[in-house]
């Protein structure tokens, strides 16, 4: 938690869990199955599900399910592998649905 303090942060909207920092935010511009989400290069306070084979609107990658480490609700994915190259930036970086987290100050 100490790396939260006086930064602004999103934590689970479930739970208050804090899950990723304002700052690690990479882009604003995605999109999940509820509506927007915002690309981080790291969250924290999560669990990793193991990793799938998905067809998404940019290509097909390997994803794995993020879910809140407090209480377990789904916050969105981590890409582990891109199959196009032009895709591969997306590697390592979290996917979370804005329905699922308030951002905190």
């Known amino acids: 938690m100490a790396e939260f303090v006086g930064r602004p942060f999103f934590s689970c909207r479930n739970c208050r869990n804090p899950v990723a920092l304002a700052d690690d935010i990479l882009s ?13 290069t790291n969250a924290t ?3 990793i599900a193991r990793a799938q084979d998905r067809e998404l609107l940019t290509g097909a990658f390997s994803v794995a399910d993020i879910y ?6 789904i916050m969105g994915w981590k890409y582990v592998r891109a199959y196009d190259p032009k895709q591969k930036y997306k590697e390592g970086r979290f996917i ?5 987290i308030l951002k905190e100050y």
């Open 28 to 40: 604003r511009k995605f999109r999940v199955k509820s509506g927007p989400a915002y690309m981080f």
């Open 45 to 47: 306070n999560v669990a």
């Open 68 to 73: 809140c480490s407090n209480c377990h609700e």
């Open 96 to 100: 979370i649905d804005l329905s699922k």
